[in-house]
């Protein structure tokens, strides 16, 4: 089966050959480290619950403690693999009762989109943090009553944005920030694959909410928003469907869309299901450019800028992700760029109106 995380992975592998910590090497840099752990339950065990996993092997903060599944067989192979104990198992009928295990501080929530809403409610009413995956709900109106939940049982939500804490693009964001690259006046953001087996739950509406924009593309609507350093004010958007029998109503093929940010500068990008190759960002200034591409794969990422080749050295992104977030969860720590679900729910407006401007053909002024 084709889909957003076999792309990523095959980018992983074409990319060119760059720097690379070994994790060990990123243990080490951490190993005086004598703090608190963050103890993580993960919900929903498939492709990148497992990618999660593997990679907090090597994390110092944060430790797999936990499964939720409705699969018992599946289960039964993450407590060998991960040393997990039965009392920590759940299904999706009795996982309400974590409320009752000291030993489960967050849940990372990776289950298909429109199954989100309701299981960040029901964590969170267990008295659970939580970690949900993006995008973090299917419209602005579940994302926001997500986040209400969470304030009201007094527990924190912050969502998968691992891009937030890579190297390169911390670098880009650090270049723009002083100076380096003058007044910002253009992004580009291209995201897309072809995407294979019709009957995944990525081209189902009730499940997805969407195609393609639900998938990829919201890498380039954060992805604009953290380069440029604004949050656009209106957009623009267009569709085109192909494949009407693959890509059924409600389920995007291709969607380009526009932005316009309150200092002048636009930004054009691409989501689509239905080409291959496209994973890139572009920034540029008035003093100079910056460019990734690999952008959002798992990486190594490959960027340059107008002062030359990014080398910031590669670690697996979900290992950095997840001890950051311990650090954000644990001690307060704030993240350059916010990974909470406010940062996400601005995402999810740009969404809606992008499909509002879908659907009417008019540019769609938005306030976030």
Not at 4 to 27: E, H, N, S
Not at 128 to 140: D, G, L, S, T, Y
Not at 248 to 266: H, N, R, S, W
Request: glycine share 10%; with cysteine; aromatic share 8%.
């Amino acid at each position: 089966m084709n889909s957003r995380r076999d792309f990523l992975q095959k980018i992983a592998a074409t990319a060119m050959v760059m720097p690379l910590m070994p994790l060990a090497g990123w243990a080490t840099r951490m190993n005086n480290y004598d703090g608190p752990v963050l103890r993580v339950a993960i919900m929903g065990l498939g492709s990148y619950a497992n990618r999660v996993a593997d990679a907090m092997q090597s994390c110092v903060k944060a430790k797999l403690v936990g499964v939720i599944s409705g699969t018992p067989a599946k289960i039964k192979d993450w407590q060998g693999r991960f040393a997990i104990p039965e009392k920590n198992c759940y299904n999706y009928e009795n996982f309400d009762q974590i409320k009752n295990n000291a030993d489960i501080d967050v849940v990372y929530i990776t289950t298909p989109n429109a199954l989100h809403h309701d299981q960040v409610i029901r964590v969170a009413a267990a008295g659970k943090h939580v970690i949900c995956e993006k995008p973090m709900a299917i419209n602005a109106r579940e994302g926001q009553e997500m986040i209400d939940a969470c304030k009201k049982a007094k527990v924190q939500l912050l969502v998968g944005y691992r891009m937030h804490f890579e190297p390169k693009t911390l670098e880009i964001i650090r270049m723009r920030k002083a100076g380096e690259l003058g007044k910002i006046l253009f992004f580009q953001g291209q995201c897309g694959f072809k995407i294979g087996d019709p009957t995944q739950w990525r081209l189902n509406k009730q499940l997805a909410g969407g195609g393609s924009m639900m998938d990829i593309g919201i890498y380039a609507i954060n992805g604009s928003r953290y380069m440029v350093g604004e949050d656009p004010i209106w957009v623009t958007a267009q569709e085109t469907k192909t494949d009407p029998v693959k890509f059924k109503a409600g389920v995007d093929e291709t969607i380009q869309f526009q932005l316009g940010f309150p200092g002048g500068a636009v930004a054009s990008c691409l989501s689509t299901y239905n080409m291959n190759n496209l994973d890139r960002f572009f920034l540029d200034g008035e003093k100079g450019y910056a460019e990734l591409w690999p952008s959002t794969g798992y990486g190594p990422i490959k960027g340059r800028t107008s002062k030359g080749e990014l080398t910031q050295p590669h670690v697996t992104h979900q290992t950095v992700q997840m001890d950051e977030m311990a650090g954000i969860l644990l001690e307060g720590k704030q993240p350059i760029v916010p990974v909470n679900g406010e940062e996400a729910l601005k995402d999810l407006k740009i969404i809606d109106a992008i499909y509002k401007a879908v659907k009417t053909g008019q540019k769609v002024n938005l306030s976030i």
